[in-house]
C-alpha cells in the first residue's frame, strides 16, 4: 500500500453507473425535492398576502417563538451535556463506561412519543410525582417545563455523538502535557480541549438544532395542543391542517423547511471549510 | 525478584536535582504496572529507564510526571516529597512520545504556552515571552518556523519542539518518554548527540525512557533496566553490558548465544569444552552466555566447542559465520574484512568464548 496507489482507486465509473446516478436523482427528486416544492407551492397558492397574514397569525408568532425558546434552553444543556458525556468517556476508564454509551444511543432507538410518554408517566396528573405538583402548583405536563424536557431527551445523543469518536481519537496527551507546563484544570480544558473540538461541537449543535425546532413526537405527548400556549411550530402545523387551514399549515411548514435549508447550508459550509483540518486532525 | 539498587553513599539526597524513587508500586486493575520499585538519578544525571514494552517504564515515567498516582511509594525530588504536589507545581518539562503538541496553536504559540499559562504575578510580559520563544527556536535550531502550525512539521522538527516547549519552563528535570521512537533510523542518530548536547547545557536531571539497548547505552549516564514491573539492575552502561545481572539483562542488551552446562569447583564444563569457571560462578547445572563477536576460533584439535561451520558471509565490517554447536544453529560474528583463517564452509573447528557468562540453569528448563 503506497501513497502513490491511492489515486489509482479514483478510476472512471463503469459503464452502468451513470444509470445508477440517474436513478438516485429521481428517487432523491421524488422523495425530497417534490414535497419541498409542494411545501412551498401550496404556501403561497393563495398568494403572498394570505401567506404573509397566516405568519402574522398571533398564534403562528407564539409557536415560532415557543418553539424558539424551546431550542434556545434545550440546545445549550444538551451540548454541556454532550461535552461532559465526550470528556469522561474519551478521556477516562471507569466501570459502567459502555453502559454510560449504550445509554446515550438510547433516545435514539427509541420511539420518541415514549420520550414524551416517560414525562407524563412522571409529572402527569396520574403520574408518579402528579399529585404533589398540583399540590405546589408546579405545572410540568402541558407546560414549556414538559416541552423542554422531552425535547432534552430526544435531542440528547447529538452532540455527544458527535464529540466521543473525535475525542477518543485525540486521546488525553495534549491535556497532559498542558498540566505538566503549569496549565490548571480549568485551562486546559479552554485553551487545549475546547478548541481541539470546536468544528465538532459546532456541528453537533447544530444538527442538536435542528432536530430540536423540528420535534414532533415527543412534544406532542406533553404538550396538551393548548394554542398560542403550548404549541410548537411542528404542532402548530398539524393543528391547523386538522382545521383544514391549508395555507396556514403550509405556510406554518415553510417556515420548518427554512429552518432545514439554513441548517444545510451552514452544515454543508462547515464541512466544506473545515473538512481539511477536521481530517488533519484525525490524521494526527 | 526485585534487585532493588542500594543508595550509594556519592548520591546527595540534599542536592537541589537529585531524584530518589522509593518502593514505587502502581496496579491498572489487576494488572501490576509497577513493583515496588526503587532506584535513584543523581544531580543532572541523564538516567534511561530500559526495558520491553509492559515493563512498566512509562508508568514510573508518569508518576514522576504526576500523571499517575502510585499506590504505594515515595518520591523526592531535591530533598521534597514530590509525590504531594500536583502536576502543574512540579516544573517538569514531559516530551510525550507522540509529541502531544497543541495542534490548533503556531509552533510559537506552543512553546510560549507554559509561560502564558502562569499566575499573572509570576508572568513574564509579552516582549519577554517572545525573546524566549525566540531564544527556544534558536535552541532548537527552528528559527523560521514559529509561525507553522504542528501538521506541517516533520517527525524530528515537531520532537525538537517539543523539546522547547517542555524547556520553556526552565524544568528542573526532563521526562523524555520514546523521544526518538516515532523517527527514521538516519535522524535518530542525529538527535541522540544533539539531545545529550541540550541535557548537558540546560542543566537538569534528564529521565528518558527507551526499548532501544543502543541508544540507553550510548545516551544515558546511568540504566536502569525494568522487566515486569520489577527493576533488574541499575548501572552505568558499560557495567551493565559488562555485568548483566540475569538471562534476561543479558539477551535484552545484546545479541546473545546460550549453551547450557556445568560448573564444579573452579572448572566450568560445556559439552566437550572445558574451562576455568568466571569468578562468581554458581555451582551445579548453568547456562552459559556468550556474545557471537566475542569468540575465537581454533582447529578442529584445538581446545573450544566443537563447530561445524555452515555458510561464510561478508557484511561490510563484519563477517557472519553460521555454525553448528552441539546441534544447534549459531550465527556468529568476527570484525572482518578479512574472514579468520581456518573458517569455510564444511569445515569442523574449535570456538571458543572469551567472555562466557554463566547464570544458575533455572529449575526444569
Not at chain 1, 12 to 34: C, E, H, K
Not at chain 1, 61 to 84: D, Q, R, S, W, Y
Not at chain 2, 66 to 87: H, I, K, N, W
Not at chain 2, 330 to 339: D, R, T
Request: proline share 6%.
Amino acid at each position: 500500500m503506497t501513497v502513490e496507489a491511492r489515486p489509482i482507486s479514483r478510476t472512471r465509473l463503469p459503464g452502468f453507473a451513470p444509470l445508477l446516478v440517474l436513478a438516485s436523482a429521481i428517487v432523491m427528486a421524488v422523495l425530497v425535492l417534490m414535497p419541498l416544492f409542494v411545501v412551498f407551492g401550496d404556501a403561497f397558492s393563495k398568494g403572498f398576502g394570505k401567506y404573509l397574514a397566516s405568519i402574522r397569525d398571533p398564534d403562528a408568532v407564539a409557536a415560532v417563538k415557543l418553539t424558539l425558546l424551546v431550542a434556545a434552553i434545550a440546545v445549550p444543556l444538551n451540548a454541556m451535556f454532550g461535552i461532559a458525556a465526550a470528556w469522561c468517556i474519551a478521556k477516562f476508564e471507569f466501570r459502567g463506561k459502555s453502559a454510560l454509551l449504550t445509554l446515550i444511543d438510547l433516545p435514539f432507538s427509541m420511539s420518541p412519543v415514549v420520550s414524551g410518554l416517560v414525562w407524563v408517566l412522571l409529572f402527569g396528573a396520574q403520574g408518579w410525582f402528579g399529585t404533589w405538583l398540583i399540590d405546589h402548583d408546579i405545572k410540568i405536563i402541558f407546560a414549556t417545563t414538559g416541552l423542554v424536557l422531552a425535547t432534552i431527551l430526544v435531542t440528547f445523543p447529538f452532540v455527544a455523538r458527535e464529540l466521543i469518536p473525535l475525542m477518543q481519537d485525540q486521546g488525553s496527551d495534549e491535556e497532559a502535557a498542558a498540566l505538566t507546563l503549569g496549565a490548571s484544570g480549568f485551562t486546559t480544558f479552554w485553551k487545549i480541549t475546547l478548541p481541539n473540538i470546536r468544528w465538532a461541537l459546532l456541528y453537533g449543535v447544530l444538527l442538536c438544532n435542528a432536530r430540536a425546532m423540528g420535534e414532533f413526537g415527543a412534544v406532542s405527548v406533553v404538550s396538551g395542543h393548548i394554542r398560542g400556549l403550548t404549541t410548537t411550530l411542528p404542532l402548530h402545523v398539524e393543528v391547523l391542517y386538522n382545521d383544514y387551514d391549508f395555507v396556514g399549515a403550509f405556510a406554518a411548514a415553510s417556515l420548518l423547511a427554512s429552518l432545514g435549508l439554513i441548517t444545510l447550508v451552514l452544515k454543508t459550509t462547515l464541512e466544506w471549510r473545515h473538512a481539511g483540518e477536521l481530517a488533519a486532525n484525525r490524521r494526527h | 525478584m526485585p534487585v532493588n539498587s542500594q543508595p550509594t553513599d556519592d548520591i546527595d539526597a540534599k542536592s537541589p536535582l537529585s531524584l530518589e524513587i522509593s518502593g514505587i508500586s502502581k496496579s491498572f486493575g489487576r494488572f501490576p504496572a509497577l513493583n515496588d520499585v526503587s532506584l535513584q538519578a543523581r544531580d543532572k544525571e541523564f538516567l534511561a529507564l530500559l526495558g520491553p514494552s509492559g515493563s512498566g517504564k512509562t508508568t514510573l515515567l508518569r508518576v514522576l510526571a504526576g500523571l499517575e498516582r502510585p499506590d504505594a511509594g515515595e518520591v523526592r525530588f531535591g530533598g521534597e516529597d514530590f509525590l504531594s504536589l500536583p502536576v502543574r507545581q512540579r516544573r517538569v518539562g514531559m516530551v510525550f512520545q507522540h509529541y502531544a503538541l497543541f495542534r490548533h496553536m503556531t509552533v510559537a504559540q506552543n512553546i510560549a504556552f507554559g509561560l502564558k499559562v502562569r499566575k499573572r504575578s509570576e508572568r513574564p510580559s509579552k516582549s519577554e515571552v517572545d525573546d524566549r520563544v525566540a531564544d527556544l527556536l534558536s535552541l532548537v535550531q527552528l528559527e523560521d518556523l514559529g509561525k507553522r502550525f504542528p501538521a506541517q512539521l516533520s517527525g524530528g522538527q515537531r520532537q525538537r519542539v517539543a523539546l522547547a516547549r517542555a524547556l520553556a519552563i526552565e524544568p528542573r528535570m526532563l521526562l523524555l518518554d520514546e523521544p526518538f521512537g516515532a523517527l527514521d533510523a538516519q535522524v535518530r542518530r542525529e538527535l541522540r548527540r544533539w539531545l545529550r548536547d541540550l541535557h548537558d547545557r540546560a542543566g537538569v536531571t534528564t529521565v528518558f525512557v527507551t526499548h532501544d539497548q543502543e541508544e540507553a547505552l550510548d545516551l544515558a549516564d546511568r540504566v536502569a533496566i525494568l522487566k515486569g514491573g520489577e527493576l533488574i539492575q541499575l548501572g552505568t552502561p558499560n557495567e551493565v553490558y559488562e555485568n548483566p545481572a540475569d538471562p534476561f539483562v543479558y539477551d535484552f542488551l545484546g545479541a546473545a548465544c546460550r549453551l547450557p552446562g556445568t560448573v564444579d569447583g573452579g572448572r566450568l564444563t560445556v559439552a566437550d569444552w572445558e574451562a576455568k569457571a568466571p569468578k562468581d560462578a554458581p555451582q551445579g547445572a548453568v547456562e552459559v552466555f556468550f556474545r557471537p563477536d566475542e569468540v575465537s576460533f581454533a582447529p578442529a584439535d584445538g581446545a573450544g566447542l566443537a563447530g561445524e561451520v555452515k555458510a561464510v558471509a561478508a557484511r561490510g565490517p563484519d563477517v557472519r559465520i553460521e555454525c553448528l554447536i552441539e546441534g544447534r544453529l549459531f550465527e556468529l560474528e568476527a570484525h572482518g574484512p578479512s574472514v579468520p583463517p581456518g573458517v569455510a564452509p564444511g569445515l569442523s573447528l574449535r570456538i571458543r568464548p572469551m567472555r562466557p557468562k554463566v547464570y544458575a540453569a533455572k529449575s526444569g528448563g
